[in-house]
C-alpha cells in the first residue's frame, strides 16, 4: 500500500472512528434528556391525577373545576389507575395493565416515593400520594411513539451526517495527500531520472525546509559516499595494476634472463633474493589492503605496552633508510612519569601506524633531520613527529586521508597512498587523536594526543 492511500484510509477511519464516538455520545445524551422531558411531563399528570380523584372533598368545587378540565387536557381515564393500601384499584380506568398491577412496582412506589420505567410503547410513572382517605399510588402511563420517532429521526440525521463526512474526508484525503506527497513524487521523479553515469551529481533542493527537504539531503549525502567509494576503487585498481606490476615484471624479467643460459650457485642466490624482495613488496601491499578493508582479524586483545618502546625500535629500523634518504633521526624523551608511557593497546597495529608516519617522515624529508618527541602534554602522552622537507600544498592537505591519494609534489617518491589512511584508522581504533600540520617546502608536524 503507497503512502498516499496508508494516509487515505488513517484519516477516512480517524474521521470515522472520532464521528461514532461523538454522535454516540451526542445519541445517548440526547436520549436521556428527552425522556426525562417526558418522563417530567408523567409526573405532572400524576400529581394532577391525585389530586382530582383525592382532593375532591377537600377543594372548593370552582378549583376542582379547574383541575379537571386540566386533567382532561393532559390525561385520558383509561391511562390512570390510583391503587389503595390493599392493591386495588380505586380510581381510574387503567385495571388491566400488567405493568401497573404488578405488586413489585407498587411496593417499589410506595419504597421510593416514586418510580418511572418504560415498557414495550409507553412510558409509566407512579407516585406515593398520602391523602385523609387512605394511602395510595398513583401510575400514569402515555405512548411513547413520539419519543420513538424522535430518536429514530435523529439516528437517521447522524447515521446520514457520517456517511456524508466519510465521503467529504474521503474526497478531501485525496485531494490533500496529492498537494501533500506532490513534493515526494517531484523527488521520486528527479532520482528516476537521475544520470547514473554521474553518480556524484545531486538532485535539487525544494528548498522546503521539511522533511522532504532533509530526505533530498540524505540522499545527496548518499550519493556523495556512493561517489567516494567508487572513486576509492577505481584508484584502488589502478593503483594494484601499477604497484604489482612492478615487481611482477621485475620477477619475470630476472627470471627470463636467468633462464637464458647456466647461471652458477651465486647467480641462483641473487636472483632468488631479488625475487623474494619483489615479492616481500607485493605481500606488504597486499597486508596493507586486507587491513584497509577490514578483510583480516586480529585476533590478539589489547595488552599494557610502552609507546617508547616501539618508537625505539623502529628508530632501529628505520635507520639504514634514513641513511639512504641522507637525513637521520632524532628521539627525544621528555616524560618525567614513566606510568605514562605505558598504553593499552595493539602492538602489531600500533608499530605499523607509528612506522608509517614516521618512514613518510624520512622519504618526504628532503635531507632534512626528524625529530621524534615524546612529551607530556594537560596531563596526556604526546607524540610528535616533525620534518622541515617537502610538506603538503594548501590543495593537496584536505585529501591526504584519503586511501590511495598522494600529494603532488611527491610523485617521484615511491609509496602507494595507503599509510597515511590506515594509521589514522588505526589511531582512531585506539582513541588516539591524530593531527596533522603542514606547509608545502617548509615540513609536516603529526602530533599523536593519547586518551
Known amino acids: 500500500m503507497t503512502l498516499r492511500k496508508?494516509?487515505?484510509?488513517?484519516?477516512?477511519?480517524?474521521?470515522?472512528?472520532?464521528?461514532?464516538?461523538?454522535?454516540?455520545?451526542?445519541?445517548?445524551?440526547?436520549?436521556?434528556?428527552?425522556?426525562q422531558v417526558y418522563m417530567d411531563k408523567l409526573q405532572n399528570k400524576a400529581l394532577v391525577s391525585a389530586i382530582y380523584y383525592l382532593e375532591k372533598d377537600e377543594l372548593p368545587k370552582e378549583r376542582h373545576a379547574e383541575i379537571k378540565k386540566e386533567y382532561n387536557r393532559l390525561i385520558s381515564r383509561d391511562n390512570v389507575a390510583v391503587y389503595n393500601d390493599r392493591n386495588q384499584v380505586t380510581f381510574g380506568g387503567n385495571k388491566l395493565d400488567p405493568n401497573i398491577k404488578n405488586p413489585l412496582h407498587l411496593d417499589l412506589v410506595r419504597k421510593n416515593k416514586r418510580l418511572e420505567f418504560m415498557s414495550g410503547d409507553f412510558f409509566y410513572y407512579g407516585i406515593f400520594y398520602k391523602d385523609n382517605q387512605g394511602n395510595?399510588?398513583?401510575?400514569?402511563?402515555?405512548?411513547?411513539?413520539?419519543?420513538?420517532?424522535?430518536?429514530?429521526?435523529?439516528s437517521v440525521i447522524m447515521i446520514s451526517a457520517l456517511v456524508l463526512g466519510l465521503l467529504v474526508i474521503f474526497f478531501l484525503s485525496m485531494y490533500l495527500s496529492k498537494i501533500a506527497y506532490r513534493p515526494i513524487s517531484k523527488v521520486v521523479e528527479k532520482v528516476n531520472n537521475a544520470d547514473y553515469t554521474d553518480i556524484s551529481k545531486a538532485i535539487t533542493s525544494t528548498n522546503t525546509n521539511d522533511e522532504i527537504e532533509e530526505l533530498i539531503k540524505s540522499y545527496n549525502k548518499l550519493l556523495a559516499r556512493i561517489s567516494e567509494n567508487i572513486m576509492v576503487q577505481q584508484n584502488f585498481i589502478n593503483?594494484?595494476?601499477?604497484?604489482?606490476?612492478?615487481?611482477?615484471?621485475?620477477?619475470?624479467?630476472?627470471?627470463?634472463?636467468?633462464?637464458?643460459?647456466?647461471?652458477?650457485?651465486?647467480?641462483?642466490?641473487?636472483?632468488?633474493?631479488?625475487?623474494?624482495?619483489?615479492?616481500?613488496?607485493?605481500?606488504s601491499i597486499l597486508s596493507n589492503l586486507l587491513l584497509m578493508s577490514g578483510l583480516t582479524k586480529i585476533e590478539k586483545k589489547h595488552s599494557l605496552l610502552r609507546i617508547d618502546e616501539i618508537i625505539w625500535n623502529i628508530y632501529e629500523k628505520l635507520t639504514q633508510k634514513a641513511a639512504e634518504f641522507r637525513t637521520q633521526i632524532d628521539v627525544r624523551l621528555e616524560v618525567e612519569n614513566p606510568g605514562k608511557l605505558q598504553f593499552p593497546g595493539n602492538e602489531t597495529l600500533l608499530y605499523l601506524a607509528f612506522y608509517n608516519i614516521i618512514e613518510n617522515a624520512i622519504k618526504y624529508s628532503d635531507e632534512k633531520p626528524i625529530a621524534i618527541i615524546i612529551a607530556e602534554n594537560n596531563n596526556h602522552l604526546e607524540v610528535s613527529i616533525l620534518d622541515h622537507g617537502k610538506g603538503i600544498s594548501k590543495e593537496d592537505l584536505p585529501q591526504i586521508w584519503e586511501t590511495f591519494y598522494r600529494g603532488h609534489n611527491v610523485a617521484h617518491i615511491?609509496?602507494?597512498?595507503?599509510?597515511?589512511?590506515?594509521?589514522?584508522?588505526?589511531?582512531e581504533h585506539h582513541h588516539i587523536t591524530m593531527d596533522l600540520q603542514s606547509q608545502l617546502n617548509r615540513g609536516t608536524r603529526v602530533t599523536l594526543t593519547f586518551p
Do not use: C, W
Not at 250 to 263: C, N, T, W, Y
Open 239 to 283: 593503483y594494484v595494476s601499477h604497484e604489482f606490476k612492478t615487481p611482477l615484471a621485475a620477477i619475470s624479467g630476472s627470471l627470463e634472463v636467468f633462464a637464458q643460459k647456466d647461471r652458477t650457485p651465486e647467480d641462483y642466490r641473487k636472483v632468488v633474493a631479488d625475487s623474494l624482495i619483489n615479492v616481500y613488496q607485493i605481500e
Open 414 to 427: 615511491k609509496g602507494s597512498g595507503i599509510g597515511l589512511s590506515l594509521s589514522k584508522n588505526i589511531f
Open 136 to 154: 395510595f399510588v398513583v401510575f400514569v402511563k402515555n405512548s411513547n411513539s413520539s419519543f420513538k420517532d424522535e430518536m429514530f429521526r435523529l
Open 6 to 35: 496508508r494516509f487515505i484510509l488513517i484519516s477516512s477511519l480517524s474521521f470515522g472512528i472520532v464521528t461514532i464516538i461523538t454522535f454516540v455520545v451526542v445519541f445517548l445524551g440526547y436520549y436521556d434528556s428527552s425522556k
